[in-house]
């Protein structure tokens, strides 16, 4: 099924749910470094998101598990100092604060914590990737 992209050109007026890809790869809280090595056996995928109980518990990307043990927990490593965006946010206010966070994902929670999408950059920058249209 894959992805497609909107340019940031044309999601300069959109809302972060008209962009965002609304069902990402997310690992349980309660999974492991190794859990986390096998998701990332797909090359296109560049974060993992950790919910617990479907509420945002944090995120980690390949290199937050370089040299760390296939047992330990993801919770050992896993992050949420990227910050995650809303709904209802502007692509705009999105990027702003993925550009601050020095990151290219954002994860989409609601009021609540629950983990409702992911905000991506393609690899080029220049688009984001969304659901397929």
């Known amino acids: 099924m894959g992805t497609s992209h909107v340019t940031l050109e044309e999601a300069e007026a959109m809302t972060v ?8 790869k997310t690992l349980p809280a309660t999974a492991t470094v190794a859990d986390a090595r096998r998701l990332f056996e797909n090359a296109s995928v560049r974060t993992a998101l950790v ?11 390949r290199s937050d598990i370089e040299g760390v043990d296939d047992a330990a ?3 050992a490593v896993a992050s949420t100092a990227g910050g995650t965006a809303a709904q ?13 966070a ?3 994902r954002l994860a989409v929670v609601d009021r609540d914590g629950s983990l409702r999408g992911l905000v ?11 659901d397929p249209r």
């Open 88 to 100: 209802d946010d502007t692509v705009a206010a999105a990027l702003e604060r993925m550009e601050a």
């Open 102 to 104: 020095g990151t290219d």
């Open 73 to 75: 927990p993801i919770s």
């Open 120 to 130: 991506c950059l393609s690899r080029s920058h220049g688009e984001l990737c969304t």
């Open 17 to 24: 749910a008209e962009v965002m890809i609304s069902k990402p």
């Open 51 to 61: 919910a617990d109980d479907g509420r945002y518990a944090g995120e980690l990307t």
